[in-house]
């Protein structure tokens, strides 16, 4: 990666149409900088949640995903997402009890590991044959639909900031939230092709304004300044309990939407060759494998990319890695210079504005079912989508979908 980012800066800098700046490949523009936010609706509430839940380090947190976000950006030259392992997280949150913060760091170095045996071993590639087109675009599908309906529930919340501790926010009378939702629906529909106001940066902005207004930020001390760090030492006992607990039910999920799914989800976005040839299982599972033994040594967020997180910064407008470097170095900064009040400004962003997020990427990522055409193919996709809305569950899922297209091509089922 440093070696691709001495190349990339060797270029020079140059100026692109209406004044953006080019990198190498890499743009910096308004219209990168609003795709990079487009990924906020997953990666703001999970982070949140387990900071206030399970009392992870926000300054370690934030450091480790901008990190990754800026080096992922110049490794692949696009803008791949990084998002919270899902499961994780959803058990985490669910069971703080349980899941202690020596637990999360050794989910870390389990699923860290276990990703760079995949990958150097090549049995990744071995297990990407059994990902048919049928499979990968049936998780597309009921991701795509899961985070829309997420969405929707975001927009549906009375309550107009993500902690939930304050009152409903009333305006003449009606909660401000699902007002918000629609306006911003309405809005970016408006704005989603604009190059000069770019929808989800001035969604974004607009939606934090609001939230400031109605009294995000009052009260917050502006301590500046980052949390203190330490390196988190797991014990035995630890590891056990975040493998049984945590990393077996991570990762059929992974494999299948943050390996798998991604892979496919770049080359239908990007059609150039050039451009997606590091976009490989290999490439993916070797990058989340370092990023997690870094989360797993200062017990920070684990972490994956993710297909949905890919629609996401594609559908507004991320087209080059320079979008990652942007939302990395927004991280970075959050985590050093107001780690102290981080979660107070993270807390500002009104469910709306991730609820909204979350409705676009959810359809951008579902739309990628629109090229499967066969009988056959569109019953797996459909049923794997069906079971992943019904189980919430995207392992279940697609282990069924495997075990549905053997049969049909084996037993050569009509359908």
């Known amino acids: 990666m440093a070696e691709t980012m001495i190349e990339a800066f060797s270029d020079g800098f140059r100026l692109g149409g209406r004044g953006a700046v080019k990198i190498g490949s890499f743009r910096f523009d308004r219209v990168e900088f609003a795709g990079s936010l487009g990924d906020l609706g997953t990666l703001i509430p999970l982070s949140v949640g387990l900071i206030l839940i399970t009392g992870l380090n926000l300054t370690s947190i934030f450091l480790l995903v901008g990190l990754f976000y800026i080096l992922t950006g110049a490794y692949f030259h696009l803008p791949i997402p990084v998002q919270p392992l899902k499961v994780v997280a959803a058990i985490a949150i669910a069971f703080p009890d349980k899941i202690t913060v020596q637990i999360i760091s050794a989910t ?4 860290g590991g276990v990703l760079l045996l995949l990958a150097w071993t090549s049995i990744i590639d071995w297990v990407a044959r059994f990902f048919t087109k049928p499979i990968v675009r049936g998780i597309q599908f009921g991701l795509g639909f899961i985070l829309l309906t997420k969405g929707i529930r975001f927009i549906q919340d ?3 900031f993500i902690d939930g501790t304050r009152e409903i926010i009333l305006f003449a009378g009606i909660p401000v939230n699902p007002v918000l939702g629609i306006l911003g629906v309405a ?15 001035v969604f974004v902005t607009v939606g ?8 995000a930020l009052k009260g917050v ?20 309990s975040a493998l049984f607990l945590l990393v077996i039910p991570q990762i059929p999920l992974t494999l299948g939407n943050a390996i798998m799914g991604t892979t496919d989800t770049v080359r239908s976005l990007f059609e150039n060759p050039e451009q997606t040839k590091r976009a490989t299982h290999r490439g993916f599972a070797t990058s989340m494998g370092f990023a997690n033994i870094g989360v797993g040594i200062l017990a920070g967020m684990p972490v994956c990319h993710g297909a949905g997180g890919l629609a996401a910064h594609y559908r507004f407008g991320a087209r080059t890695g320079g979008s990652n470097m942007m939302i990395g170095l927004i991280f970075v900064v959050i985590a050093v210079v107001f780690g102290r009040i981080g979660i107070n400004l993270l807390s500002a962003i009104p469910n709306a504005v991730l609820g909204v997020l979350l409705v ?12 499967v055409r066969d009988r056959k193919d569109l019953f797996v996709a459909f049923m794997i989508a069906g079971i992943s809305l019904t ?5 279940i899922a697609f282990v ?11 037993g050569r089922l009509e359908v």
């Not at 676009?360 to 090229?371: I, K, P, S, T, Y």
């Open 221 to 240: 001390a502006f301590d500046l300044g980052p949390l203190p760090m330490k390196v988190i030492w797991p014990r035995i006992g630890d590891f056990w």
């Open 108 to 111: 870390g170095f389990i699923f």
């Open 158 to 160: 009375r309550d107009l």
């Open 391 to 395: 189980t919430k569950n995207m392992g």
């Open 208 to 215: 934090a304004a609001i939230g400031v207004g109605f009294g």
């Open 360 to 371: 676009f990427a959810g359809l951008e990522l579902a739309l990628l079912v629109r090229d």
């Open 400 to 410: 069924s979908g495997i075990l549905i297209d053997r049969l049909i091509k084996v």
């Open 187 to 201: 809005l970016v529909l408006f704005l989603l092709s604009s190059r000069r106001f770019p929808a989800a940066l």
